[in-house]
């Protein structure tokens, strides 16, 4: 079955720091992978997704992620986070075959951006 | 703004009650999407519809159903409503033209928070 491990509950970062948010999946096959973010009071926003092809999959708002077969990982990162940045971020992994179209969402990381 | 409407913003209900909860997806999107947040189970797939007919079941509640009408919205409905129920409900759509379609985009509206006392 699909799962989806952010290590991460909470990371604190200050404005114009890098980062990296870890995203572990478990599947046995090629996966389909995301990143959403929400906002307060908001729905969740695609960042970026990766189906194949290039393992950089570069997103919104100045996001890439990196998806890493050995690894089982698909990591998000910015290289230098603005104060707009702080929401909770999360990492998806689509379902196949007979789960086609759902996704296992994981737990989320809460983003916080010192000034 | 995802394009992806729901009603109400927020409901509160007590235990035993039911409730119904509106989607209205984006314009030509043919599949929506139940999704429930809560503390406990983080966010969970509850159910698919694709034009009318349902595609498929996650961890839906035999307490909780959904709908797909004709003009492509959905309604989830939720009966003898339990304090564990409190949980944020999202809707999703997407495209998807063709049926079994993998890449599209997932649109989330806002969410229906929903508070049992």
């Known amino acids: 079955a699909q799962s989806v491990t952010q290590p991460d509950i909470h990371i604190t970062v200050s404005e114009g720091a890098s980062l990296e948010l870890r995203c572990n999946y478990s599947?046995?096959?090629?996966?389909?992978l995301f990143w959403y973010v929400q906002s307060p009071g908001q729905g969740l926003q695609l960042l970026l997704k990766y189906f194949s092809g290039d393992t950089l999959v570069q997103g919104i708002k100045g996001f890439e992620a990196e998806f890493k077969r050995s690894q089982s990982s698909f990591n998000l990162r910015k290289p230098s986070v603005h104060w707009s940045d702080a929401a909770e971020y999360f990492c998806a992994v689509g379902g196949r075959g007979s789960t086609l179209g759902r996704l296992y969402f994981g737990r989320g990381t809460q983003l916080t951006v010192w000034p | 703004d995802s394009g992806v409407t729901q009603t109400p913003k927020h409901l509160i209900t007590a235990t035993g009650q039911r409730v119904t909860l509106r989607c209205s997806p984006r314009?030509?999107?043919?599949?929506v999407y139940w999704y429930q947040q809560s503390l406990d189970q983080g966010l969970q797939f509850l159910i698919q519809?694709?034009?009318?007919?349902?595609?498929a079941k996650g961890n839906i509640l035999e307490r909780f159903s959904a709908q797909q009408f004709p003009d492509l919205h959905s309604e989830l409905n939720l009966s003898s409503l339990e304090l564990g129920d409190s949980a944020l409900y999202f809707c999703?759509?997407?495209?998807?033209?063709?049926?079994?379609?993998?890449?599209?985009?997932?649109?989330f509206g806002p969410g229906t928070r929903l508070t049992v006392l």
């Open positions: 599947y046995g096959a090629t996966p389909y």
């Open positions: 999703a759509s997407s495209v998807d033209l063709l049926a079994g379609s993998f890449t599209d985009t997932q649109y």
């Open positions: 314009s030509g999107d043919l599949s």
């Open positions: 519809y694709y034009n009318g007919e349902e595609r």
